[in-house]
C-alpha cells in the first residue's frame, strides 16, 4: 500500500530564501509523482509532473527531484516570496496503480514579507 | 486551458437532505473524474473514480449509497450525497483527466459542505 508523508507539516521562512520541501513515499515502483499547490480552503493547482524515467522537472522558481531508489522527492523554490505561501502536496499512484493519486498531508509554507 | 469548475462552492444544508455537487472541465473531455474528500488540516482522500458511461469505482470504506456519482458526459460529473449528516461536512474536491493527454489532473475550487 502506498503512503505518502510530506516533512516538515509546517515552514516559516523570510522573503527571499530558498527552500525545500520533502516527499517520501513507501512504493518506489511509481509511475510518477506529483507536486500540488492548495490555497487555503481552494483547490489544487499543478506544479510539477516528473515522469518515473525523469529525475527532475524545473518551472520558473520551482524544481522537483524524484530519487525512485530511495523513494524521495523534493520540490525546491528559490528566492520564496509572500505569494508563495500555500501548503503543498506531493502525490504519488498507488501501488500498481497509474490514475490514481495517494496524497502526504501537505507542507503548509508561509513566506514573511 | 484545462479547467475544471465545481458549483456549488459552499452549500450549508439540515441533517437529512440531500446535496448534489457538479464537476465539469470546460475546455476538455475527461473520460475519467475523480471524486477527493478533504478533512480539516487532513490530506485528500480518494471517494472514488468516475468513468463517463459507466458506474463508478468506490474506495474501500466509501458507502456507494450515501455518495451517488454520475459521469453522464465527458464534461460532467456528479456527486451526490444522500441523507447527509453532520459527519459528512468536508471540503470535496473532484479533478478531472484529459482524455488522450497527460497524466496530469486537473483540480475543481472545492466544494465546503457543511450539514447542520
Known amino acids: 500500500k502506498q503512503e505518502v508523508t510530506q516533512i516538515p507539516a509546517a515552514l516559516s521562512v523570510p522573503e527571499g530564501e530558498n527552500l525545500v520541501l520533502n516527499c517520501s513515499f513507501t512504493d518506489s515502483a511509481i509511475y510518477n509523482l506529483q507536486w500540488f499547490r492548495q490555497d487555503h480552503g481552494k483547490g489544487l493547482t499543478s506544479l510539477l509532473l516528473i515522469q518515473s524515467s525523469q529525475r527532475e522537472q524545473t518551472s520558473g522558481r520551482l524544481n522537483a527531484s524524484l530519487d525512485k531508489s530511495s523513494g524521495r522527492s523534493t520540490l525546491y523554490i528559490a528566492a520564496s516570496q509572500p505569494g508563495d505561501s500555500a501548503t503543498y502536496l506531493c502525490a504519488a499512484p498507488p501501488q500498481g496503480g497509474s490514475e490514481k493519486l495517494v496524497f502526504g498531508k501537505g507542507t503548509k509554507l508561509t513566506v514573511n514579507p | 486551458g484545462a479547467v475544471v469548475s465545481q458549483h456549488p462552492s459552499r452549500v450549508i444544508c439540515k441533517s437529512g437532505t440531500s446535496v448534489k455537487i457538479e464537476c465539469r472541465s470546460l475546455?476538455?473531455?475527461?473520460?475519467?473524474m475523480f471524486w477527493y474528500r478533504q478533512f480539516p488540516k487532513q490530506s485528500l482522500m480518494l471517494m472514488a473514480t468516475s468513468n463517463e458511461g459507466s458506474k463508478a469505482t468506490y474506495e474501500q470504506g466509501v458507502e456507494k449509497d450515501k455518495f451517488l456519482i454520475n459521469h453522464a458526459s465527458l464534461t460532467l460529473s456528479t456527486l451526490t450525497v444522500t441523507s447527509a449528516h453532520p459527519e459528512d461536512s468536508s471540503f470535496y474536491i473532484c479533478?478531472?483527466?484529459?482524455?488522450?493527454?497527460?497524466?496530469?489532473?486537473?483540480f475543481g475550487p472545492g466544494t465546503r459542505l457543511t450539514v447542520l
Open positions: 475546455d476538455f473531455q475527461a473520460t475519467t
Open positions: 479533478s478531472a483527466r484529459q482524455a488522450g493527454g497527460p497524466d496530469t489532473q486537473y
